[in-house]
């Protein structure tokens, strides 16, 4: 039974405790950190994060290592942040699968708004379609006419069901008004082997996942994202400018922790965060790699996410994506 002798012993525990919980957030990192990515190795998120978790690692004086966790369109390795401990020790870094998810999956097993922190929007990162030499088409113009002739028999590798890629297929599909088979793959990294073997005809990338392959001829771009041509690859006509304005989904990336980790440490991440993505240097490397940096924290990332969910919420219904 609950008496009010018992008051001033739990005060007691808990003012004894308080402080330890403190020093935990105090001196936080103290043994190595490792950041989930819910794709196998190889994809754009995979690339940003082993980027940036080199300098993020010494700016926190700790080792970062990555854990690839892929399976479920990112929902598997999503679900495994979800469930650890809020101390900063298992952080992620997921992209734009995070906020379609919740807008293409009948069930989670978790709560996309409140079982996370939002610590940091890191870049965001235009999506290039290509494909292998078999297929011999050299322009987007080319596929389209390929496609209408023979609906439903050119491949579409994906980084697995409702991934960005998933979804930007099933927006050219619309906008162009052809019939591709998706593949759904544990992650782009494994999108990309399969369309270098020939196994997959189309998927959609990073640009610098695929520089080498693209400059040695292994794969051939045809159409990117975005408004405007893009720098690393300026030969390469947008979505808009070939008349299918209506793909341009965008992409990305954001370092997240499970819900309830200490406000500390949560700013702590954030200013290493900021402080990682501040050298010119660094940031033309990740421009690059087709990473353009986009730093929001607390809660204009909070922000940030909500609103993509809230889009692609509208984006998956108008697409029809399943």
Not at 14 to 33: E, K, Q, S
Not at 234 to 253: E, I
């Amino acid at each position: 039974m609950f008496t009010y002798a018992f008051v001033p012993r739990l005060s007691i525990a808990l003012a004894l405790c308080l402080p330890f919980a403190f020093a935990g957030a105090a001196d936080y990192p103290i043994r190595p950190i490792r950041v989930i990515v819910p794709f196998v190795a190889g994809g754009g998120t995979d690339l940003l994060a082993r980027f940036v978790s080199q300098r993020f690692g010494e700016l926190l004086g700790q080792q970062i290592v990555v854990d690839n966790r892929g399976g479920a369109g990112s929902v598997l390795g999503t679900q495994i942040l979800a469930r650890s401990a809020p101390d900063g020790y298992t952080l992620g870094v997921f992209d734009t699968a995070f906020a379609i998810n919740p807008a293409i999956a009948e069930k989670l097993p978790y709560d996309a708004e409140r079982d996370f922190v939002f610590i940091a929007i890191i870049a965001t990162s235009p999506s290039l379609l290509v494909t292998h030499p078999g297929l011999k088409v050299r322009t987007v113009q080319e596929l389209v006419a390929l496609a209408k002739r023979q609906p439903g028999k050119i491949s579409f590798g994906s980084a697995g069901v409702g991934s960005s890629s998933h979804l930007t297929a099933q927006m050219f599909m619309t906008a162009a008004q052809i019939e591709l088979l998706h593949v759904p793959y544990k992650g782009a990294g494994a999108a990309i082997l399969e369309v270098l073997g020939g196994h997959t005809d189309l998927t959609s990338v990073v640009p610098g996942s695929v520089m080498q392959q693209l400059q040695s001829g292994a794969l051939i771009p045809l159409v990117i994202t975005g408004k405007n041509p893009y720098h690393t690859l300026p030969n390469v006509p947008t979505y808009a400018s070939v008349g299918l304005g209506a793909v341009n989904p965008g992409a990305f990336r954001f370092l997240v922790a499970p819900a309830g980790l200490p406000v500390a440490i949560q700013k702590r991440l954030a200013a290493a965060m900021r402080t990682t993505l501040e050298p010119p240097e660094f940031r033309k490397r990740l421009s690059d790699n087709g990473f353009d940096v986009e730093l929001l924290v607390d809660a204009e990332a909070r922000a940030y996410i909500v609103q993509e969910i809230r889009k692609w919420r509208q984006a998956v219904k108008d697409a029809g994506a399943k």
